[in-house]
């Protein structure tokens, strides 16, 4: 649930037009009687291509968005910026190919923007995520197939008030 709760934040922050066209809440079906199979089949067929939350996984997507939006620094990364674009390049080094998709990439700004919803958006806590999860891999990465000089986590909380905290990673951490 971690994966389809992220990608639904990721849209209703980053594209929100589509968002309600590609998510739909889930009712609760009891699947041990025939009938309740049978209207989730039903509710399967119509809606198979579609990304599904619950309603309380839908509040919840819906309040760290709202949250995000407030912050004043995920609001400026976010204005003008290019979203959710996919990237092709080719490695210098082993002439692989290569494909990235930034969340967003400011158009003024040399600074990338990297939503993530996490337990604890506090300094402390979100750094042990940031190592936990090998962020400065993607980081560097990313900072260097595009360029950018600056690589921002918008680190949302998932449960209220949905505190979300922008942390600008350092050189030491993208050394590492």
């Not at 992220?6 to 699947?31: R, W």
């Not at 958006?121 to 995520?129: E, L, T």
Request: proline share 5%; aromatic share 12%; glycine share 6%.
């Amino acid at each position: 649930r971690y994966f389809a709760i992220g990608t639904a934040l990721h849209q209703l922050i980053l594209e929100p037009e589509s968002f309600m066209d590609d998510y739909i809440i889930v009712p609760v079906f009891d699947k041990r009687s025939k009938k309740g199979k049978a209207e989730f089949m039903e509710f399967y067929g119509k809606h198979k291509n579609m990304g599904w939350v619950d309603e309380k996984e839908m509040d919840m997507i819906h309040g760290m968005a709202k949250s995000a939006q407030m912050n004043e620094t995920i609001v400026e990364l976010l204005r003008d910026s290019y979203r959710e674009v996919s990237v092709y390049g080719t490695d210098a080094k082993t002439g692989l190919p290569l494909r990235i998709r930034p969340d967003s990439l400011s158009k003024k700004k040399s600074t990338v923007l990297d939503i993530k919803s996490c337990v604890d958006s506090g300094k402390r806590a979100f750094k042990k995520d940031i190592l936990k999860y090998h962020y400065p891999l993607t980081a560097a990465f990313y900072s260097d197939i595009l360029g950018k000089e600056n690589y921002v986590f918008g680190a949302i909380e998932k449960t209220p008030p949905y505190q979300t905290s922008p942390y600008m990673i350092d050189d030491e951490m993208m050394e590492m």
